[in-house]
């Protein structure tokens, strides 16, 4: 079960999130335009696309949390795979958007007067806080299950980044780099494109059913020890948003009752759900076991009753 206290941070981290991106964009555009820095006129936008990043999951995360219906009898927690996708895409395209105008200024205006230095207070500042903000979601992000938020996380990771470029590029400009600002600015947008690359991968395997071949071994592990199975065949485990849905076939004597079968199935479920937090549904299907594995079975319950 996910504790109570991780359940209310993930009601309220975006909206913190959310705060910290637009302030961020507030301080970081008017410091870029007094310190004349377009490297951070470059972070500043990112902050600005992180602001609609978050609405977008805010959103979200409000449609994944609505209970299953008949037209969607496995809930909407895939919404926040794709949530995750588009906000990647959206800060990818615009990274592309900011390569192109940062190389266009570099090539055709030329060397410029080298940026202010008070630029990097802006840009000092938004590590501090983007480090927090990190950390904060990547916790509740991880603690909840959820990849919509830890996406989120990861774009204030890469807004670590981009600050520290900034330094670099002010205090190089004014040591007589005179690219370097712009420069800067174009490694900056490269690695925001790598950040959401990654996310959007994880979002698309989310959405395509990649097999969880971790979870299925471990949920193999637990089931096997289980007693009274007498084989475990396909484990099957996806995730839809936060929670996990798992199949399991299980095989069984031939001479037993539906109704020892059934305090089996109960049994799966208990321990799966007491072991691992974010199943959500269990699926037993009950099969008889081959006759041919029958003798097999006898040598394996006399072996048991050798060690006892």
């Known amino acids: 079960m996910i504790p109570q206290r991780c359940l209310n941070c993930g009601q309220k981290v975006e909206w913190i999130v959310l705060g910290i991106n637009f302030s961020l964009f507030l301080l970081k555009g008017w410091f870029a335009l007094i310190s004349h820095s377009k490297s951070l006129l470059t972070d500043s936008f990112e902050s600005l696309a992180n602001f609609i990043i978050t609405i977008v999951v805010l959103v979200s995360l409000k449609m994944a949390s609505r ?165 475990v065949g396909d484990v099957r485990a996806r995730l839809v948003g936060r929670s996990l849905l798992v199949d399991v076939d299980i095989f069984l004597p031939s001479n037993w009752l539906l109704s020892r079968g059934l305090i089996i199935v109960r049994k799966i479920k208990n321990v799966l759900c007491r072991k691992m937090k974010n199943i959500s549904d269990v699926s037993v299907q009950l099969l008889a076991l081959p006759v041919t594995d029958e003798p097999a079975r006898k040598i394996k319950s006399q072996s048991k009753k050798t060690k006892k």
Do not use: W
Request: charged share 15%; with cysteine; aromatic share 8%.
């Open 67 to 231: 209970n299953a219906d008949d037209k969607f009898p496995y809930g909407y927690g895939k919404v926040e795979f794709l949530a995750s996708a588009i906000v990647n895409m959206l800060l990818m395209i615009a990274a592309i958007v900011f390569i192109f105008i940062s190389f266009s200024e570099m090539v055709m205006v030329g060397p410029e007067k080298p940026p202010g230095l008070i630029a990097i207070i802006a840009a000092v500042i938004s590590i501090f806080v983007n480090y927090i903000a990190f950390g904060y979601g990547r916790c509740v992000g991880e603690k909840v299950g959820s990849s919509a938020i830890l996406a989120n996380a990861q774009i204030n990771l890469a807004d670590i980044g981009t600050s520290v470029a900034v330094i670099v590029a002010v205090v190089g400009s004014n040591l007589g780099f005179s690219q370097l600002d712009h420069i800067a600015a174009i490694i900056i947008c490269v690695l925001i494109i790598k950040v959401t690359l990654d996310g959007a991968k994880k979002a698309i395997k989310g959405l395509m059913d990649v097999s969880l071949r971790v979870e299925e071994s471990h949920i193999r592990n637990l089931i096997e020890d289980i007693e009274g199975i007498e084989r």
